[in-house]
T-cell receptor, first 114, second 112 residues
Framework: NAGVMQNPRHLVRRRGQEARLRCSPM?????VYWYRQLPEEGLKFMVY????????ESGMPKERFSAEFPKEGPSILRIQQVVRGDSAAYFC????????????FGSGTRLTVV | KNQVEQSPQSLIILEGKNCTLQ??????????LRWYKQDTGRGPVSLTI?????NTKSNGRYTATLDADTKQSSLHITASQLSDSASYIC???????????FGPGTRLSVLP
């Protein structure tokens, strides 16, 4: 069991470019959650998805950010026209049921916007 | 407003010493409380999960306590090791397991 896999581990983008962050949940997990962690701050919830459905996106910025979890393949967090303030660590977690035991985090993607 | 507060913000101790980290919350209704350890540059790793009826739970040198009446939890680390240097995050879940509320974390540094 490889755990929650996130890639890339580090991503550098110039202002105005697009960033795509990928998350493959643990085997048997169908619930995926994305979090953002700014330097020296706690994790902030962004979005909760199940296969082909967005369950809760209350933490997502209204513009430029989108997330999907297709029937096949990893979950994708997409940030369009990145700005310096988007620089952060983005963590994905997965669980077999809604926020149940077995809730496991990935190692994160560190996005740097230059 | 659902909030989780942690203290101290940071802590420095010598290897081998014990320490206690605090977590206060206002999340209601309460479902469970989790403590996570987050090493620098890594994702959080679960240490303990406690429900309303549990007062204490141990995981090796880590012991968590919960007082649901006062809405307080503590994480006690015994005989600290250099590898305990990390951020410790308290996470409270309300609404029948939904809506995780994360605390800001306590940054622990264990020095030789």
């Amino acid at each position: 069991n490889a755990g929650v896999m996130q890639n890339p581990r580090h991503l550098v983008r110039r202002r105005g470019q697009e960033a795509r962050l990928r998350c493959s949940p643990m085997k048997g997990h169908s619930h995926v959650y994305w979090y953002r962690q700014l330097p020296e701050e706690g994790l902030k919830f962004m979005v909760y998805l199940q296969k082909e459905n967005i369950i809760d996106e209350s933490g997502m910025p209204k513009e430029r950010f989108s997330a999907e979890f297709p029937k096949e393949g990893p979950s994708i967090l997409r940030i369009q026209q990145v700005v310096r303030g988007d620089s952060a660590a983005y963590f994905c977690a997965s669980s077999p049921q809604d926020r149940s035991d077995g809730y496991t985090f990935g190692s994160g993607t560190r996005l740097t916007v230059v | 407003k659902n909030q989780v507060e942690q203290s101290p913000q940071s802590l420095i101790i010598l290897e081998g010493k014990n320490c206690t980290l605090q977590c206060n919350y206002t999340v209601s209704p309460f479902s469970n409380l989790r403590w996570y350890k987050q090493d620098t540059g890594r994702g959080p790793v679960s240490l303990t999960i406690m429900t309303f009826s549990e007062n204490t739970k141990s995981n090796g040198r880590y012991t968590a306590t919960l007082d649901a009446d006062t809405k307080q939890s503590s994480l006690h680390i015994t005989a600290s090791q250099l590898s305990d240097s990390a951020s410790y995050i308290c996470v409270v879940s309300g609404d029948y397991g939904q809506n995780f509320v994360f605390g800001p974390g306590t940054r622990l540094s264990v020095l030789p």
